[in-house]
């Protein structure tokens, strides 16, 4: 039922207020508020980019659940849209045709170098055991014969997209700090698309290794959650198939970016809406792909300062510039 969140809905910003440690900056934006006192009045919709699940395109049939669970405590239409790929969502974003977004770290870095302070992370989603970060992993199939990274020089390899944190940005910059140069080390590289996708070519044989996200563990314990996860439990590969060979991380999850132009009042009750969700609708957030027992954080760029950083040095990489990077993931080798 969705009349218990609608009765709650006064309690919001009180929640939200209550400590930094559900969400920070509360009543911090500068976004203006409506001549007539009335937020809703200069905002006749909600727009939302949520690009389709990599993991788990099944999951975009839930959206509908999550649009009228927004409505209810909006009080607005809300429509959520589903761009093709990594680049419609942040140039959505950008360009002030949505109100907010979803998207990867390296995504919002991207937004971030085209309109700053403009748009701002606000939430991102943290796991039961309290992490709210992620990995980066190197998967190759389990019958081959590549056990590290070295294995694979002049090998071909999938990177899933110019603006994935998990599948470009981290692990290149991991590879130059190791003295691999991305770009040349490997026989051919190419994009994938997504990290489903990713998954699907390797078993297909079309790389030798991709680039995945993977979570719910480390490293040394071996993680629970993935694409690769996602897709063995309806059944579209075996999980025995596949094996990681390198792993860096860990990456601060995907965040929930909003415009900062918005009335202070959508902002508040937007991440409210949020916020609350797990505990309102606990059903909903594992609709939406949420494991059971997580919940919302708050985050700000500062967060996010580290993956701006290795998007612009891998431009500058590229570009032939070679700039300094004062912070670095770190990487485990699983051989």
Not at 68 to 84: G, H, N, Q, R
Not at 161 to 168: A, E
Not at 206 to 228: K, M, S, W, Y
Not at 236 to 242: E, Q
Request: proline share 5%; with cysteine.
């Amino acid at each position: 039922m969705l009349t218990k969140v609608k009765h709650n809905r006064a309690g919001f910003i009180a929640f939200l207020c209550l400590g930094a440690s559900v969400v920070s900056g509360c009543g911090a934006s500068k976004a203006p508020a409506a001549e007539d006192g009335n937020w809703r009045s200069s905002m006749s919709e909600v727009q939302i980019a949520i690009r389709g699940a990599d993991d788990d395109p099944a999951m975009i049939a839930n959206r509908s659940n999550f649009e009228a669970y927004l409505e209810d405590v909006l009080d607005l239409p809300v429509t959520i849209i589903e761009p093709a790929d990594y680049n419609g969502s942040i140039q959505a974003l950008a360009s002030n045709q949505v109100d907010a977004a979803y998207m990867g770290g390296g995504s919002y870095a991207n937004v971030d170098a085209q309109i700053g302070d403009l748009a701002a992370p606000i939430l991102v989603r943290r796991q039961a055991e309290g992490n709210d970060g992620y990995y980066s992993a190197l998967m190759v199939k389990a019958d081959s014969p590549f056990q590290s990274i070295d294995d694979l020089k002049g090998k071909t390899i999938g990177f899933v997209d110019f603006n994935s944190t998990s599948g470009y940005l981290y692990p290149r910059m991991m590879m130059r700090r190791m003295g691999i140069n991305p770009d040349t080390y490997f026989g051919e590289t190419a994009f994938s698309g997504g990290h489903t996708q990713a998954v699907m070519a390797l078993d297909r044989g079309q790389f030798d290794a991709v680039l995945v996200n993977v979570a719910g563990g480390t490293p040394e314990t071996g993680f629970t959650t993935g694409a690769h996860f996602t897709m063995a439990g309806r059944g579209l590969v075996d999980i025995k198939d596949f094996r990681i060979i390198w792993s860096v991380g860990e990456i601060p999850n995907s965040p929930i970016v909003i415009r900062t132009d918005r009335p202070q009042e959508f902002i508040d009750t937007f991440r409210g809406a949020y916020a609350l969700m797990p505990y309102d609708r606990p059903d909903l957030m594992f609709e939406l792909g949420g494991p059971t027992g997580s919940d919302y954080s708050a985050v700000d760029r500062e967060v996010y300062e580290d993956v701006i950083a290795l998007r612009l040095a891998d431009i500058a990489e590229r570009r032939g510039l070679a700039p300094e990077v004062t912070s670095a993931p770190t990487s485990t080798e699983n051989r």
